[in-house]
Nanobody, 122 residues
């Protein structure tokens, strides 16, 4: 059983930056593809960014491409999401995920964290 704990969510002004972290425990971290999803109030959960087990392969939603960067440290069992040029529409609860294969689909994912709230003020 893999446990994922997100941190780093905060209130930030439009144009600002935040770095989210997700610490994993209870499994072989380097065997999982990791991802970030988000859910805004009244909206469905959506894919944000993903990274393969080695960290070489990354992929992003069009809405965050060029602004967000996902990375991982397999020695520290941690995945990060660097978020720059934040916009009010980025406001959401951000969830960390671990899955045996890389995916952009929310259904069927092996493990989810409980989320961290990011609020971007205009």
């Amino acid at each position: 059983q893999v446990r994922l704990v997100e941190s780093g969510g905060a209130l930030v002004q439009s144009g600002g930056s935040l770095r989210l972290s997700c610490a994993a425990s209870g499994g072989t971290f380097s065997s999982y593809a990791m991802g970030w999803f988000r859910q805004a109030p009244g909206k469905e959960r959506e894919f944000v960014a993903g990274i393969n087990w080695s960290g070489v392969g990354t992929y992003y939603a069009d809405s965050v491409k060029g602004r967000f960067t996902i990375s991982r440290d397999n020695a520290e069992n941690t995945v990060y999401l660097q978020m720059n040029s934040l916009k009010p529409e980025d406001t959401a609860v951000y969830y960390c995920t671990a899955n045996r294969i890389a995916t952009i689909r929310a259904d069927g994912i092996d493990y989810w964290g409980k989320g961290t709230l990011v609020t971007v003020s205009s």
